[in-house]
Nanobody
């Protein structure tokens, strides 16, 4: 099982980015996939999750209305569409997966078994 995150970069405040998480060794439509982020000196925090059960999506309050998570089963990829980026969104973004998820715990780091390597997102003001 491997996850490959990409799509990060340096953008100005208000701009958009799309992160990709390509999975290998398993099918994304059978796994719960989440995006986390970690800023320097801060804990890793859950940003969004797309669940296996009914494809339900979950978002941190700080990104609701600005970020959208989606899944392309044919490409075995999960995306995080980020719009209206703010300097406080600057972080390394990671994707993670688990076969079994209690959705109430979607934002907990320990809920996930597999992690990608991270991609840097930097938002300048």
């Amino acid at each position: 099982v491997q996850l490959q995150a990409s799509g990060g970069g340096l953008v100005q405040a208000g701009e958009s980015l799309r992160l990709s998480c390509v999975a290998s060794g398993f099918a994304v439509n059978y796994y719960n996939i989440a995006w986390f982020r970690q800023a320097p000196g801060k804990e890793r925090e859950g940003v969004s999750c797309i669940a296996v059960i009914d494809g339900g999506t979950y978002y941190a309050d700080s990104v609701k209305g600005r970020f959208t998570i989606s899944r392309d089963n044919a490409k075995n990829t999960v995306y995080l569409h980020m719009t209206g980026l703010k300097p406080e969104d600057t972080a390394v973004y990671y994707c993670a997966s688990t076969a079994y998820l209690w959705t109430a715990d979607w934002a907990l780091r320990d809920s996930y078994d597999y992690w990608g390597q991270g991609t840097q997102v930097t938002v300048s003001s």
